[in-house]
């Protein structure tokens, strides 16, 4: 190990830790890099072609140097892969996991079910399992076939987080923990899962002048600007919002709807945009920086979500940090970042009421009074502080 790097905290990832893949994995360990800098020694893909694949070495991210270990070049994100990028990554954990732990650190956070179940443990780690939601992820997976494999991995997946974790959080309410345990009986009736809502970095996302935001996207000033993100997948709901929003355009029929985020179905939702009728009024800018998520929800009147199944969505709590109205369909969370007719309106998978809602979220007079009141308690530079809280580390 360096004689000037210290890590004391083994943080496993499916991502490169730097760009890819996008979504709730980079965001996570992008926060505990943030916040622990160097104190973390990273596990991960290959940012490029030139790092060495599976011994430890010093990587520079963003201008700070850590101690990292490649466990082998990802695949292009934009397509759907042969083979499952978790099946790849369990397998990789598994080939590489006598070097990884020849660091010697004892202290180990995993938020990937795939390196859970690869990982090896020895007495005396000391190991937090940082789950990103509770439903299955399998029953919404990109792969059709992967459904019906969802309950053996399930099986597997919790008999390695009871064995293997010695803390256990969950991006969840505490009413969906509750459902957790009762679905899935006596193995978990005596695990502690606690509720640990993600985070939203307020030196990003925060309110701003709405029309100088506008003039630096390039959007007009004078039409209702509806923005959702994420993934481009049929789970995120993106046909409840293209139907929501058509009636939705009835009221109000220069309103432009931006997509922020790419993903396998763009072609066949475009294609769908295109049989509303919709082609002058849809914008799917694909993916973006954190800091251009936030100009855009800053130029926006309104923020839509039509997930079927999420975690504690770190994109509802962006929009709360930007004093942004919400409508949201109902997961777990939902209720709790969205305060049912103060900042926003959670409501069911029909059209007609989802578009009723955004009609009514339009005119919510108290939306930056109440998202000021509660963003503090979501802001990431407390994240430090409450996973210690629940996650003492040994030395």
Not at 42 to 67: H, M, Q
Not at 118 to 133: D, E, H, I
Not at 203 to 228: F, G, M, N, Q
Request: glycine fraction near 6%; proline fraction near 4%.
């Amino acid at each position: 190990m360096s004689d000037t790097i210290h890590p004391d905290i083994l943080h496993l990832e499916a991502c490169n830790f730097v760009d890819k893949p996008t979504g709730g994995q980079l965001n996570f360990s992008r926060q505990l890099i943030k916040v622990l800098g160097n104190r973390l020694a990273l596990v991960g893909w290959a940012s490029t072609s030139s790092e060495p694949i599976g011994c430890w070495f010093n990587k520079v991210i963003d201008g700070t140097v850590y101690r990292y270990f490649a466990i082998g070049m990802h695949s292009q994100v934009d397509r759907k892969p042969l083979v499952p990028s978790r099946i790849t990554t369990w397998f990789q954990i598994r080939r590489h996991r006598h070097r990884i732990f020849s660091i010697g650190i004892k202290n180990i956070i995993v938020r990937e079910p795939a390196i859970l179940m690869a990982m090896k443990m020895q007495s005396g780690y000391n190991l937090c399992f940082f789950n990103p939601g509770i439903g299955s992820t399998l029953t919404i997976s990109r792969y059709a076939w992967a459904k019906y494999f969802s309950s053996i991995y399930d099986f597997l997946f919790f008999r390695s987080l009871c064995r293997k974790a010695n803390c256990i959080l969950a991006a969840a309410d505490e009413s969906t923990i509750a459902e957790l345990k009762h679905r899935e009986g006596e193995k978990l009736q005596n695990i502690n899962i606690i509720s640990f809502p993600t985070r939203v970095d307020t030196d990003v996302y925060h309110p701003a002048d709405c029309i100088a935001a506008r003039k630096t996207l390039d959007l007009p000033a004078d039409k209702v600007v509806v923005v959702t993100t994420g993934r481009i997948h049929w789970a995120k709901g993106w046909k409840l919002l293209l139907e929501s929003f058509k009636l939705f355009l009835d009221r109000f029929p220069d309103s432009l709807l931006i997509f922020l985020g790419d993903g396998a179905e763009r072609e066949v939702l475009e294609k769908h945009t295109l049989a509303l009728g919709l082609r002058e009024n849809i914008v799917v800018a694909g993916y973006q920086s954190p800091q251009v998520i936030a100009t855009y929800l800053q130029a926006a009147n309104l923020f839509v979500m039509g997930s079927i199944q999420e975690g504690w969505s770190t994109v509802l709590l962006e929009a709360l940090a930007c004093r942004v109205p919400i409508v949201t369909t109902r997961f777990s969370s939902a209720d709790t970042i969205v305060q049912h007719g103060i900042n926003g309106f959670v409501v069911d998978r029909d059209p007609l009421e989802f578009s009723n809602a955004m009609v009514a979220a339009l005119c919510l007079p108290g939306v930056a009074l109440y998202a000021g009141s509660v963003i503090d308690r979501y802001a990431l530079d407390r994240l430090a502080h409450d996973l210690f809280r629940v996650w003492p580390l040994i030395k």
